[in-house]
T-cell receptor, first 115, second 112 residues
Framework: NAGVMQNPRHLVRRRGQEARLRCSPM?????VYWYRQLPEEGLKFMVY????????ESGMPKERFSAEFPKEGPSILRIQQVVRGDSAAYFC?????????????FGPGTRLTVL | KNQVEQSPQSLIILEGKNCTLQ??????????LRWYKQDTGRGPVSLTI?????NTKSNGRYTATLDADTKQSSLHITASQLSDSASYIC???????????FGKGNQVVVIP
């Protein structure tokens, strides 16, 4: 049973370009979470999705950021018109159900660098 | 103010020695607390989970304690190994939602 998979592991973009980060949850998991981690900072919640639905996007910036988790395929975190401040590690986690006792399993992260 | 505060921010210990990491939280109503280990360049991996009624839980050389009254937890590493070099993150869940509150982590470096 493969763990949470994220790709690419490293992504370099120039200012103004688009970044697409992909996350495949663990088999049997239908709940996906995206987090951002800046150097020397803790993980910050961005968005929580279930298949085809955004459940909680209160941590997402209002502009340029969007997320989806289609019925088929991986979850996608999309950042449009990237700026240098978007440089960070983006982690995806998945869980088999909702509620605080469902452990979130984390992927290896995507490190985004904006030049 | 962050709901989860960890100390010390970083520490260096000699291989074979013990160390204790601290976590104070204000999350309420409390559901559970996890300690995660995050190796450099990797995602966090859960070490222990503790609920309100649990005072201590061990996972190999890692022992976590919880005092729900004072809202404090500690993670004790016994007989440290070089592979223990990592960031240890305290994560607290509140009742009734899926949101996790993350500490900034304790950065541990074990030297030979």
């Amino acid at each position: 049973n493969a763990g949470v998979m994220q790709n690419p592991r490293h992504l370099v973009r120039r200012r103004g370009q688009e970044a697409r980060l992909r996350c495949s949850p663990m088999k049997g998991h239908s709940h996906v979470y995206w987090y951002r981690q800046l150097p020397e900072e803790g993980l910050k919640f961005m968005v929580y999705l279930q298949k085809e639905n955004i459940i909680d996007e209160s941590g997402m910036p209002k502009e340029r950021f969007s997320a989806e988790f289609p019925k088929e395929g991986p979850s996608i975190l999309r950042i449009q018109q990237v700026v240098r401040g978007d440089s960070a590690a983006y982690f995806c986690a998945s869980s088999p159900g909702q509620g605080p006792f469902n452990e979130q399993f984390f992927g290896p992260g995507t490190r985004l660098t904006v030049l | 103010k962050n709901q989860v505060e960890q100390s010390p921010q970083s520490l260096i210990i000699l291989e074979g020695k013990n160390c204790t990491l601290q976590c104070n939280y204000t999350v309420s109503p409390f559901s559970n607390l996890r300690w995660y280990k995050q190796d450099t360049g990797r995602g966090p991996v859960s070490l222990t989970i503790m609920t309100f009624s649990e005072n201590t839980k061990s996972n190999g050389r890692y022992t976590a304690t919880l005092d729900a009254d004072t809202k404090q937890s500690s993670l004790h590493i016994t007989a440290s190994q070089l592979s223990d070099s990592a960031s240890y993150i305290c994560v607290v869940s509140a009742q009734g939602n899926n949101r996790l509150a993350f500490g900034k982590g304790n950065q541990v470096v074990v030297i030979p």
